[in-house]
């Protein structure tokens, strides 16, 4: 695990490791896989899989990939039910949060702006985040091919990461459980006039992605890596569908020194929701946080190396654990980066 502190930082260059042959590689067309029975489907361009398209059938099971405006369905019928209880208490709690708006310049805004106000303060952290990022991180990998960078951005939410990754002409694609049309996929609708091309959007979870392997550039978790019920499995589904010298970043999920810490972080986290709510909001069974002993088993068990990036969030926020031990309270979460390429066999 290589830490990129706040000097070295300025030299992105620095946590990239020698290359592999990304620039040989086409970035305008998408191979589609079966969630159902892994084969591959079929491939399809880039800027069509963003559009109205007619269902794809798989030629081994017959089972069909359609769509529901605009939004490719890739999620089976028995992981649908799996998940309904955790989709609607997020909506619930989204919704009580002021999550979303009815006016297109908030989505068009984000991450830098919350024009709700609701939740600005985490605005500002994502805004931060996506700086850092585009500028230290993405930048390098830009260095090194000159065509589109396919990214998956895995838990998407309403798409403000694809909208921002598409404006620098980059092939984003969304993946994300929610299709609401206020804090979910169906919210992307929003960047449509504001892009040559929306970009695709697909309803899949994170540990069956309905894409062919070794295909992709990066794949980014922003806020929700942390979602993932087994950080194993999840690794591996993202590492199927990179290509060797793909990049897998994530960001903004909260990292804890010790695992004790972060366990008393998600029972305060379930009492708080169970007493504005009156339900834990724990249907799944999300690993909520990243440790170093986390990081460190994933790298031996993936064969990678992670690359650990601090971002500056203020002085306020860099305050909070000297206030946290001065009042006695528990360790509050810290906010890094995480990258680590695949590595090439
Ligand atoms: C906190 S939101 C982050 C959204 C967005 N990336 C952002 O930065 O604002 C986490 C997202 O992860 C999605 N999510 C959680 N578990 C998932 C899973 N197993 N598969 C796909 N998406 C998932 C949620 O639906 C939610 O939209």
Not at 207 to 212: E, G, N
Request: glycine share 6%; net charge positive; with cysteine.
């Amino acid at each position: 695990m290589q830490l990129v502190g706040a000097q070295q930082a300025s030299d992105p260059m620095l946590s990239v490791r020698p290359f592999s042959p990304l620039s040989v590689v086409r970035s305008d067309s998408v191979r589609l896989h079966c969630i159902g029975c892994k084969s591959d489907l079929t491939t399809l361009p880039y800027h069509s899989l963003g559009q109205e398209h007619k269902p794809v059938e798989c030629t081994h099971c017959l089972a069909k990939l359609t769509q529901h405006q605009g939004i490719w369905l890739a999620l089976l019928e028995c992981r649908q039910r799996y998940f309904a209880r955790f989709m609607h208490d997020y909506e619930l709690v989204r919704e009580a949060e002021g999550r979303g708006s009815s006016d297109p310049e908030f989505y068009l805004s984000l991450p830098f702006q919350d024009r709700t106000g609701h939740n600005s303060w985490q605005w500002s952290i994502r805004s931060r985040t996506f700086r850092y990022f585009a500028t230290r991180i993405l930048s390098a990998l830009e260095g090194r091919v000159s065509r589109p960078l396919t990214v998956l951005d895995l838990g998407a939410g309403n798409g403000w990461l694809s909208y921002r990754l598409a404006q620098l002409g980059h092939h984003p694609i969304a993946v994300d459980l929610q299709t609401s049309s206020f804090d979910g996929l169906g919210a992307a609708i929003h960047y449509q006039h504001s892009l040559p091309k929306l970009f695709p959007r697909f309803q899949a979870e994170l540990d069956r992605l309905p894409f062919a392997n070794g295909q992709f550039d990066c794949a980014i978790f922003n806020a929700s890596f942390h979602y993932s019920e087994n950080y194993d499995r999840t690794l591996a589904e993202t590492i199927r569908c990179l290509r060797p010298g793909g990049t897998i970043v994530i960001a903004d999920s909260p990292s804890y020194s010790r695992e004790e810490v972060g366990l008393q972080m998600v029972e305060e986290r379930r009492k708080g929701f169970q007493k504005s709510y009156g339900f834990a909001s724990d249907s799944l069974h999300s690993r909520e946080y990243l440790t170093r002993d986390r990081l460190l088993y994933l790298e031996t068990r993936h064969n990678l190396e992670w690359v650990t990036y601090k971002p500056s969030y203020g002085i306020r926020w860099a305050c909070r654990p000297t206030l946290a031990w001065a009042r006695r309270r528990r360790e509050p979460s810290q906010f890094r980066i995480y990258t680590a390429q695949v590595k090439t066999v």
